[in-house]
């Protein structure tokens, strides 16, 4: 199922602009405090990412089907684990399951530098075409992102936006000296947001709220 949709889903309109205002709004209000994050959500045309069928709900604060059995996130996921992960402008981020490339364009209005990779092709090469037809520019990768992007590390900071059965050691040891890693880790349903500090070689681990995310495929998540 495309998520482009007709190319009048690439407009902005002054109503559109309204519901993205409102969906901040409701944000800060569900406990958000990261201004500059809310600003980027604020500024990423979400409807653009909506099959036709599905416009209306592009500004809920819920997850929806964008095809190969993966979903946009909801938006309050998004805002936490952004918020969580702490971006800094200049920031050498890895985003690790590109999907419809929503997550990668709020890393970039943060002026981050994202190399985002992406296990399915089809995605992979979707996303690839579309990001810059909005503007976006990431760094594209197609592979198992369960192994992180070695060629490119290390990096200041890795976001997994796919549920994880363990952290994978691989993405702690691409971590640069000071960096942060945000992945969500359980069982296929339901897994806790974790981040991981890398400081010199020692690594602390806090523990969040329980979310669902899609699995994280590939050779160390689930195959």
Not at 64 to 90: D, H, K, M
Not at 192 to 221: A, N, Q, Y
Request: aromatic share 10%; glycine share 10%.
């Amino acid at each position: 199922m495309p998520f482009l949709g007709v190319l009048s889903m690439f407009e902005d309109t002054y109503k559109q602009r309204g519901l993205r205002g409102k969906l901040v709004r409701k944000l800060r209000q569900k406990g958000i405090r990261n201004e500059a994050v809310l600003e980027a959500i604020g500024r990423v045309p979400r409807h653009v990412f909506f099959d036709d069928a599905l416009l209306i709900h592009a500004y809920e604060d819920k997850a929806f089907p964008i095809g190969e059995g993966q979903t946009i996130s909801q938006p309050y996921t998004v805002a936490f684990q952004t918020e969580l992960l702490e971006v800094q402008p200049g920031d050498k981020v890895l985003e690790v399951g590109t999907g419809s490339g929503y997550q990668a364009c709020i890393l970039l209005e943060l002026k981050a530098k994202v190399y985002t990779i992406e296990y399915n092709r089809v995605l992979y090469e979707r996303t690839r075409a579309f990001l810059p037809l909005l503007g976006y520019s990431p760094h594209f990768f197609c592979g198992d992102g369960s192994k992180g992007l070695p060629v490119r590390a290390p990096y200041d900071k890795i976001i997994v936006t796919a549920g994880a059965p363990i952290v994978p050691e691989a993405l702690m040891q691409q971590l640069a000296d000071g960096g942060v890693l945000v992945v969500p880790v359980g069982g296929r349903d339901k897994q806790k947001m974790i981040r991981i500090r890398r400081k010199k070689d020692k690594i602390t681990r806090e523990e969040f709220d329980f979310f669902s995310f899609v699995p994280l495929l590939g050779e160390k998540g689930w195959k």
